[in-house]
């Protein structure tokens, strides 16, 4: 499954009108209510709902991300690192809904050694993670072997590559088990590196299923 991450609201009709399935909502860079958001989708429609640190204030991101469960999010992301006080609230919101807590760690730098990564992966579900989202920037052949290699452990989870070596972790995460993918509404409109459009990942994935 392909989650589109939409970073302005004129991109949720499209990506909802192209087919998707599931869309994250990056309520750090889209600049409305959670509540004007989810207006403007399908009863039902699956979303992820993350709101990484940066643009908001503490106290306003878990508001955001508790009223993004209320309204009906599928799935709420958390950073490993963020603190018990910040988690907390958010994860109690979640377990009175059908919400999925993902924990991620995110290294936009490189990719650890194996034993690191097992341990990262480990921690995010430690913390409470129904679902493991690991992203690391790729520099080789064998930064790729090691994020490959976490499929093989149980759990669900989501493990990316990040940069131009990594997109063929996008292309095959699921593959190998991926709870989803992540992919951008169009060229330019990437909110990781290395990310592919939801356009050229579907052209690769009708390749490869074609019988």
Do not use: W
Request: aromatic share 6%; proline share 7%.
């Amino acid at each position: 499954m392909i989650c589109v991450s939409i970073s302005e609201p004129a991109q949720i009709a499209p990506a909802i009108q192209s087919g998707a399935e599931l869309i994250e909502l990056r309520l750090d860079l889209l600049g409305s209510e959670p509540a004007t958001l989810y207006s403007q989708l399908p009863p039902g429609f699956k979303t992820v709902a993350t709101c990484r640190p940066g643009n908001q204030g503490e106290d306003e991101r878990i508001r955001m991300l508790k009223e993004a469960v209320k309204l009906g999010a599928s799935y709420v992301d958390l950073e490993l690192e963020t603190s018990d006080s910040f988690a907390t609230p958010v994860m109690d919101a979640a377990a009175k809904q059908p919400c999925d807590v993902i924990f991620s760690h995110h290294d936009f730098e490189a990719t650890p050694g194996p034993e690191q990564l097992r341990h990262k992966l480990a921690q995010c579900y430690e913390r409470g993670g129904v679902v493991a989202k690991i992203a690391t920037q790729v520099g080789n052949r064998q930064d790729l072997l090691n994020l490959i290699s976490l499929y093989g452990l149980p759990g669900r989870k989501v493990v990316l590559g990040m940069g131009a070596r990594g997109r063929i972790t996008r292309v095959m995460g699921p593959y190998l088990g991926a709870e989803f993918t992540f992919a951008s509404p169009g060229s330019g409109n990437e909110t990781a590196p290395g990310q592919l459009s939801t356009a050229q990942l579907n052209a690769i994935y009708k390749v490869i299923n074609a019988s």
